[in-house]
């Protein structure tokens, strides 16, 4: 439409007639309300997507951190492991 009138007071103002010309198009507080509606149910969809993802990389992440416990012990069984095999290849050597 080239010509759009938001019609928001009570009692309306714009006679819904206009809507017969061409290229005319009105809203009014029902319009308005309805879409306001849509955008709420839309935006409590996307939230309730949002909390599925954020319990998922809270669990993730929770893995994550727990994993980082066993860091330390890695690092002695490697330690541990290498001073076996400089000790060994020292007995194959000598």
């Known amino acids: 439409p080239d010509l759009m009138f938001f019609d928001i007071s009570v009692p309306r103002n714009v006679h819904p007639d206009v809507t017969e010309l061409e290229n005319v198009k009105l809203f009014n507080v029902d319009d308005l309300k309805a ?3 849509y955008n709420q ?3 409590k969809k996307i939230a309730k ?3 599925i993802l954020l319990e998922q990389e809270l669990i993730a992440f929770e893995v994550w951190c727990r994993s980082l416990e066993a860091i330390p ?3 002695k069984l490697r330690e541990k492991a290498e001073t076996i095999r400089v000790q060994e290849l020292q007995k194959a050597l000598s």
Do not use: D, G, K
Request: aromatic share 0%.
């Open 49 to 51: 997507q949002v909390e």
């Open 35 to 37: 879409v306001v509606l």
């Open 73 to 75: 012990t890695i690092n």
């Open 41 to 43: 149910e839309s935006r």
